[in-house]
């Protein structure tokens, strides 16, 4: 009897090591699958507006030669512009998502308007919205309650979540940006009729640099940064996200803020946030 409890536990034993060996290559597969993915986006995401701001530069450098009209170079010095706010925004989010995950982003908390805060981030999409063809609407109630938080970064928030909604509904489309006040907190919702994700897209959509669609031939840019430091965010605020959303027929995220800030476990945060 003693001798079969031995076999049994070694056998055991052996079994759990290749559990745990099986887990591990597959976890070290993982991440080189994922650091091969963010490299090639940021790749791109890099390289397009600098090329962009090399091109047009070297065009107005050669005003000299080629004697660009006043429109030109007007046209030009904009693109140079929209190519250069477009690499800050890179350079930005990788920048905090580094800063959530080390837990060293800091907070100016005060009492803020939700109703101005959405407002604003709503108003900044509708020329965005105009050229793409997509219609935006705001539902927000007017009394919603002040909430304890960080206006720069609840607005950083809801300008992630409006822009990704924009981005991936088509032309015909709709956009709405919905709040309303409830018992102790305030529910934000950004629905959109756009190309909808399957369960799977969500969980690699909220990963740090996944992207539902992130092929190379993805019909949209972006690196994969909006949703996971939107989440994060409304995390340090004590609140919660939720998404709903439909292969081919939408997405709504909804976001669950307290009227009162509280207190985030840093480290359970971080590992959340990480993972």
């Known amino acids: 009897m003693n001798e079969y409890a031995?076999?049994?536990?070694?056998?055991?034993?052996?079994?759990?090591?290749?559990?745990a060996e099986r887990s591990a290559r597959v976890e070290a597969e993982l991440a080189s699958k994922l650091k091969s993915e963010f490299i090639a986006n940021m790749s791109h995401e890099l390289r397009t507006p600098l090329n962009a701001i090399i091109g047009f530069s070297k065009l107005l450098s050669e005003q000299e030669q080629r004697r660009l009209s006043s429109t030109q170079v007007t046209d030009y010095a904009n693109l140079i512009h929209d190519a250069a706010g477009h690499l800050l925004a890179v350079i930005n989010n990788i920048l905090d998502i580094s800063k959530i995950q080390s837990g060293k982003c800091v907070m100016e908390t005060r009492?803020?308007?939700?109703?101005e805060v959405l407002s604003a981030s709503a108003s900044s999409f509708r020329l965005m919205a105009e050229n793409a063809g997509v219609v935006l609407e705001q539902r927000i109630d007017p009394d919603l309650p002040l909430i304890r938080g960080d206006a720069v970064r609840l607005r950083q928030i809801f300008t992630n979540l409006i822009s990704n909604a924009l981005k991936f509904t088509e032309a015909g489309g709709r956009v709405a940006v919905i709040a309303t006040g409830r018992p102790g907190v305030v529910a934000i919702a950004v629905s959109?009729?756009?190309i909808g994700m399957t369960p799977e897209e969500v969980a690699v959509a909220l990963t740090p640099f996944g992207q539902a669609d992130g092929g190379h031939t993805r019909w949209r840019e972006g690196t994969g940064l909006?949703?996971?430091?939107?989440?994060?965010l409304v995390q340090l605020h004590g609140g919660t996200v939720k998404i709903d959303?439909?292969?081919?027929?939408?997405?709504?995220?909804?976001?669950v803020i307290p009227t009162r800030a509280t207190d985030t476990?840093?480290?359970?945060?971080?590992?959340?946030?990480?993972?």
Not at 111 to 115: K, S, T
Not at 226 to 232: E, F, H, S
Not at 245 to 255: F, Q
């Open 111 to 115: 009492e803020v308007n939700l109703c």
């Open 245 to 255: 959303s439909v292969k081919g027929r939408g997405t709504t995220v909804e976001v």
């Open 6 to 19: 031995s076999l049994l536990g070694d056998a055991i034993l052996r079994h759990r090591a290749r559990v």
């Open 265 to 275: 476990d840093s480290d359970s945060f971080q590992q959340d946030i990480a993972s």
């Open 226 to 232: 909006g949703l996971p430091i939107a989440r994060a």
């Open 192 to 194: 959109d009729t756009g």
